[in-house]
Nanobody, 122 residues
């Protein structure tokens, strides 16, 4: 399984970005998918998770109400719509796959993308 994340960039506080993660090598509909982020000198932290069907979504408290995770299984793509961005959202964002269930622990995910940098200026 290969994951390719894209969509990061520089945005002002209050702005929006949409990240994409394309899955190849395996049918994405078989996979729970998640987004994580890692700021400099911080540990990688959970952002959002989506179930195989897309019915179930879970968010970190810090992004709830501002970020939306979604998926298009026909395109083998998972998205993270980020609105009302804050400087503290600045980080490298990673998509991840196949945790085997609804879990927030990075170590539980078997596949990772390369990361895409999001920078939010104040």
């Amino acid at each position: 399984v290969q994951l390719q994340a894209s969509g990061g960039g520089l945005v002002q506080a209050g702005g929006s970005l949409r990240l994409s993660c394309v899955v190849s090598g395996r049918t994405s509909s078989l996979l729970f998918m998640g987004w994580f982020r890692q700021a400099p000198e911080n540990e990688r932290e959970f952002v959002a998770l989506i179930s195989r069907s897309g019915v179930t979504t879970i968010y970190a408290d810090s992004v709830k109400g501002r970020f939306t995770i979604s998926r298009d299984n026909a395109k083998n793509t998972v998205y993270l719509q980020m609105n009302s961005l804050k400087p503290e959202d600045t980080a490298v964002y990673y998509c991840a796959a196949d945790p085997g269930g609804i879990v927030r622990t990075p170590a539980s995910y078997n596949y990772w993308g390369q990361g895409t940098l999001v920078t939010v200026s104040s």
